[in-house]
């Protein structure tokens, strides 16, 4: 072989090799993401028993997060008090458990209903009508149902909560792995539900109301139905993530720990973290920020400017972070990562343009929104 013939083999190799290492190359998505699952699930091996209840912990806020994602990620609804789905779907199931000797593989389900019913609820009325209605009633809800709390004390424990309802299989503070294995299975779950949707044809009309919702009107699709059931897919993930919560030795059902207002400034700065608008990112937003808020408070040492314990302010750390990513990047590190393949790849944006026919590509968007009117025989007088 001759060098130049070797130069252009080596050109090729080199085309090759940064096509598969793009982040956008999809095989390899999938390749990296079913990694880092494979890792997840044997990780417990590394772990100390504090390590691994902090995993269990933020599989379920990952959980959260996901759900919270779905509506304001991807239908662009901001929901300020998604908390209360968490809240509703923990404190029915252990209710029933507590007050009615319901076996939690029972009461999780009925959690999750009430969660579902009470995200349709909300949803129909708010999510009718465009502008703020759904932050704004999202907003309140949590504060009324605090107040519901307080005044049905003798029920619902007021500010102190309930007793621990029985939990899940048995399980005890002292049975790590069983524990983690829990969590991370449902996690898992749950992940892979959202992905279904969200890579569905409803999932991109869920994009479609996010960017433009007249598009969607004029494609003859009523944007209130992908809405509502967006909203109350993810009232039903939020509250079962909080109904299967209740019944581990993980946490203790009070509304400091299924309701508080930070809460859900915590789900809305991991997923800005990890990337609005993925599933996959507010999931490893969602865990990152667990994790790292863990490890930060093991860390003994105080914030020079601040004169206070890195501990007290980990929050504000995060806060900041996140209003850097906004500014850096803006579609969180997931999408970063992929952008940053994109460049890496180098290819010209004419070719995304262009099929390989030499014709114009269908806008896949359009599409979707054809085919829906097609289907569900929608005009563009249906509203």
């Not at 699930?41 to 997060?65: D, S």
């Not at 400017?305 to 995060?318: I, Q, R, S």
Request: proline share 5%.
């Amino acid at each position: 072989m001759s060098d130049q013939d070797l130069d252009a083999q080596l050109d090729v190799d080199d085309g090759n090799l940064t096509a598969w290492l793009n982040p956008l190359n999809k095989p390899l998505r999938h390749k990296i993401g079913l990694l880092c699952l494979v890792g997840l699930a044997v990780l417990p091996v590394a772990l100390t028993r504090g390590e691994a209840q902090t995993f269990a912990v933020a599989f379920f806020f990952a959980m959260f997060a996901m759900s919270w994602d779905l509506v304001s990620g991807y239908t662009g609804q901001i929901s300020f008090g998604h908390s209360v789905f968490f809240a509703v779907g923990g404190y029915t199931s252990a209710l029933l458990n507590l007050e009615m000797g319901i076996a939690p593989l029972l009461a999780i389900p009925v959690g999750v209903l009430m969660a579902a019913v009470f995200g349709l609820v909300i949803g129909v009325p708010a999510l009718r009508l465009r502008g703020p209605y759904l932050s704004l009633v999202t907003l309140i809800a949590p504060l009324i149902l605090l107040q519901v709390f307080v005044v049905y004390g003798d029920l619902l424990g007021g500010n102190t909560g309930l007793d621990n309802p029985e939990s899940l299989f048995g399980l005890g503070f002292t049975d790590v792995l069983p524990l983690y294995y829990l969590a991370f299975g449902l996690f898992v779950f749950v992940l892979l539900i959202l992905l279904a949707v969200t890579r569905s044809d409803a999932g991109r009309v869920f994009t479609a109301i996010r960017e433009s919702e007249d598009a969607v009107n004029s494609a003859g699709l009523n944007p209130a139905k992908f809405k509502i059931f967006a909203f109350v897919l993810s009232a039903a993930l939020g509250g079962l993530a909080g109904s299967v919560y209740v019944h581990t030795p993980l946490v203790t059902p009070t509304p400091d720990a299924l309701l508080e207002l930070f809460l859900n400034i915590e789900i809305i700065i991991a997923v800005i973290i990890g990337g609005m608008g993925t599933i996959v990112g507010a999931a490893a937003g969602g865990i990152f920020f667990v994790v790292a808020r863990y490890f930060l408070g093991q860390l003994n040492f105080t914030v020079p400017v601040l004169g206070t314990p890195v501990t007290e302010v980990n929050l504000l750390l995060f806060a900041l972070v996140s209003l850097l990513l906004v500014y850096v990047l803006p579609g969180g590190l997931l999408r970063g990562v992929i952008l940053g393949g994109r460049r890496l790849r180098n290819r010209s944006s004419e070719d995304a343009d262009v099929a390989a026919d030499g014709g114009e590509m269908v806008n896949p968007l359009a599409q979707v929104l054809n085919n829906y009117r097609d289907f569900f025989g929608g005009d563009d007088d249906e509203r």
